[in-house]
């Protein structure tokens, strides 16, 4: 049971910002969509939630139900594994040399999943099939979608209370980007999973986002009220079509 | 016939033995160089200062050879975990390894080889244990007996184990399999919860520390002087890339390999060969798979 | 004399019971070996480990003279016939001052822990010999001009710690005095034995031998 907020967020590489004070929040159970094509933004804002780069300025937040507040902002990528937060990076960035089995229980690494190894590797192979069929393959000899379902079964086995998903569509056919998107959809209500995913495929992430931001030049141009909001609004369209 | 028959019997045994000793040789750096593309080239001169250790533990207090490998193999994890440090924060962080993290380990190497001169002196050191010099003689018929020396038996046992431990902890522990990903890639590691550094400094210590048990081997098997590891530099690098960059299991298969063709070809074809031989498998394997006979690549890295 | 087996070896050799295996296969009566400290080494393990049938074995083995290997290899060593050229047998007394010239190196080497050679038989009396020839020489020419100095030694007989030295036409000692030792009664890897007469008999130059060639197997074990 988890929040994520975002307040004010800067960020960037050396001298160069990438991110303009930003302010989204994720709420509990919700799947959250950061929308904007490329270049834009998105993929550093999950590389600053995961610790990956230190933002300049702004803070990132975990509010529990209990009202405790864990600060990520200067966390190290461990400690934010550690809090529950697990990512699907754009690209999939799967250890290629390594087996299918290899790569999920690698992503069991944080101590607090390693208990449940097991399970998590059952409900894998549950939710993606396709790879308990594969499993002593080596995950850089198998197809772009097939690579896709294992990184997103590997953030999985962390036991992650927020998921983060870097534009799982990239490099898929559209039938399989369509098959990607239902399936974390799927995941948000069936695992009870706060997700924040980001995607420059506006059509097939508004069809599973409770909420919205569109990210234009690192600043947040555009905040939905809610799922019909980010649907509806004239905005998003424009957005889109003009990008 | 019967002379054919013994001669083979012992060629192929000797190989094996020999095998399982430049095992222990190359073991360190399927790791270093292997694992964690850690161009390590003063690996074999680390072995020869273990060796040294070995040797002073032997000649001053009549400790086993072994057991002083053993003794000295922590010390070697410490002196891993302190070069990779000087390593990482002076070449890595700043991605200036590939050059200046060669030239490193070669100013090492000589830094350990005059150290070892200086402390030592370049005379030639052997180590005194019982098993040394005597040999099980197995009759199998008339004129066919296989005799199989000790100190080569210590060391192919010792080695095995250590590579077989070796192994078992890379594929079956958390931390073995980061090490194993490390080289893949450091930033998806790190979205795993793990500290790619620290996987690479332990890693990186647990190479050199086999150099104290390895040195120990060495000088069971052969009397040691302190320049030896250059002229053992090529046939160790050889044996890894032979094995597959990676494969712990690999770098003991292609040992065996090169010591049953070394022993073979010195045996029935004239033992100034037997060098010839281990580098034209080497090329031939390569010309053939890249990736070396147990090499897995199926990402472009 | 028929050669049944010839080979050479490499340096890197790391085991050689194959080798030796190979040549005991040819049933020779006698093992010549030109090698090099750890060939050498190597060589007396695997006749340990594999032995041989030969009645002679050793010859130019460079590094079994060495204080080190002498110890470390000890009783392994026993009915190995090889060069040397200075041990510690009673005639090799001959050559004054020698005595005293090994005493001091061996108590300066303990002393100031020096990382060299611990007993200095091998090279030190001829290393000391050859400066002294080269110092009698330049004081005799009475200056520092190479010609003289070498027409000087080629021409003279010179007297040092390793007797009376004459050149020959060809630049070689006028009369050899390269040894020929056999390794025997060497019963540990204690280093002092190889300080005491008899574990190195003199085999050849004939005048100084202390004792006649054994066959291989009988000095074993």
């Known amino acids: 049971m988890v929040e994520l907020f975002i307040k004010n967020l800067n960020a960037g590489y050396g001298a160069v910002t990438v991110l303009n004070d930003v302010t989204i929040d994720v709420p509990n159970g919700q799947t959250v969509a950061l929308l904007g094509t490329n270049g834009n933004g998105k993929s550093t804002l999950m590389r600053c939630i995961s610790g ?40 999939r960035r799967l250890f290629p040399d390594l087996t299918v089995e290899e790569n999920l229980t690698l992503g069991a690494y944080r101590k607090a999943a390693r208990a449940t190894l097991a399970t998590n590797l059952d409900y894998a192979f549950t939710l993606f099939p396709r790879l308990a069929e594969r499993k002593t393959q080596l995950a850089g000899s198998m197809s772009g979608g097939e690579q896709q379902m294992l990184a997103v079964g590997r ?54 986002a409770d909420k919205g ?18 649907r509806e609004n004239d905005m998003v369209k424009t957005y889109y079509l003009g990008a | 016939m019967a002379i054919f028959i013994d001669l083979l019997l012992n060629a192929l045994v000797i190989g094996v033995l020999l095998g399982g000793f430049y095992a222990a040789l190359s073991i360190g750096l399927s790791i270093t160089f292997g694992l964690l593309d850690v161009v390590n080239i003063a690996h074999p001169t680390m072995l020869v200062l273990g060796a040294f250790i070995a040797f002073l533990l032997n000649s001053t207090w009549g400790i086993d050879p072994v057991l002083a490998g053993i003794i000295s193999t922590p010390f070697f994890f410490v002196l891993g975990w302190l070069i990779y440090q000087v390593y990482y924060n002076v070449f890595e962080k700043s991605g200036a390894e590939s050059l200046r993290g060669l030239a490193f380990f070669f100013g090492l190497l000589f830094i350990i080889e005059v ?45 095995a184990i250590a590579t077989l431990a070796i192994h078992a902890y890379l594929t079956k522990t958390f931390f073995g399999r980061a090490v194993r990903a490390v080289a893949q890639d450091m930033m998806a590691l790190r979205l795993m919860g793990v500290d790619p550094i620290r996987v690479k400094r332990i890693a990186f210590a647990m190479g050199v520390a086999t150099a104290g048990i390895g040195g120990a081997l060495m000088i069971i098997v052969l009397p040691i002087e302190p320049s030896l590891g250059r002229l053992y530099l090529g ?11 990676g494969s712990i299991s690999g770098t003991l298969l292609a040992a065996v390999i090169i010591g049953i063709a070394e022993s073979i070809v010195a045996t029935f074809f004239g033992p100034s060969w037997a060098p010839a031989v281990s580098f034209g498998i080497l090329l031939a394997v390569l010309a053939f798979r890249p990736e070396g006979l147990f090499g897995k690549t199926a990402g472009a890295h | 004399m028929e050669i049944v087996y010839e080979q050479n070896y490499n340096p890197k050799t790391a085991d050689f019971t194959p080798i030796l295996r190979a040549a005991n296969a040819k049933k020779p009566d006698a093992i010549y070996i030109a ?120 021409d003279n007989e010179f007297t040092s710690v390793v007797g009376k030295i004459k050149f020959g036409k060809n630049g070689e000692w006028e009369r050899p005095r390269t040894l020929v030792v056999q390794y025997q009664g060497i019963t540990n890897n204690d280093l002092q034995q190889f300080a005491t007469p008899g574990t190195r008999k003199i085999l050849l130059p004939a005048d100084i031998s202390t004792g006649d060639i054994q066959s291989f197997n009988s000095l074993r074990k």
């Open chain 1, 52 to 91: 990956l780069i230190k933002p300049t300025a702004g803070s990132i937040e975990l509010h529990e139900d209990d009202g405790t507040v864990i600060d990520l902002t200067a966390a190290t990528p461990q400690e934010i594994v550690e809090a529950g937060v697990a990512q699907v990076p754009e690209g």
């Open chain 1, 155 to 208: 953030a999985l086995m962390s036991d992650p209370r927020l998921l983060l998903v870097d534009e799982p569509s990239v490099g898929l056919a559209p039938i399989l980007v369509s098959q990607m998107i239902t399936k974390i959809g799927e995941l948000g209500e069936s695992r009870g999973l706060t997700i924040l995913m980001a995607e420059q495929n506006f059509n097939q992430a508004i069809r599973i």
């Open chain 1, 213 to 230: 931001y569109i990210i234009v030049h690192g600043e947040i141009a555009f905040a939905s009220k809610d799922a019909a909001d980010l």
């Open chain 2, 115 to 159: 150290g070892l001169i200086i402390q030592f002196g370049v005379d030639h050191r052997l180590v005194e244990a019982p098993y040394i010099g005597q040999s099980w003689n197995i009759v199998i018929g008339e004129e066919i007996d296989v005799a199989i020396p000790f100190r080569l038996l210590v060391a192919f046992v010792v080695a």
């Open chain 2, 235 to 245: 046939n160790v690098f050889a044996i890894v890339v032979l094995g597959g960059l």
């Open chain 3, 35 to 154: 090698s090099y400290p750890n060939g050498s080494a190597g060589l007396v393990r695997a006749l340990a480990e594999v032995g041989t049938d030969a009645k002679a074995v050793g010859g130019g083995m460079v590094g079994l003279q060495f204080a080190g290997l002498m110890a470390g290899l000890g009783p392994m060593l026993n009915g190995i016939a090889n060069y040397d050229f200075f041990v510690p047998e009673p005639t090799m007394n001959l050559y004054p001052g020698a005595s005293a010239l090994i005493d001091r190196y061996q108590s300066k080497v303990k002393a100031e822990n020096l990382k060299v050679d611990a007993l200095g038989y091998y090279l030190v009396p001829w290393a000391y010999a050859n400066l002294d020839i080269l110092g009698q020489a330049v004081e005799a020419v009475g200056s520092l001009d190479q010609v003289a100095i070498g027409k000087y030694i080629r």
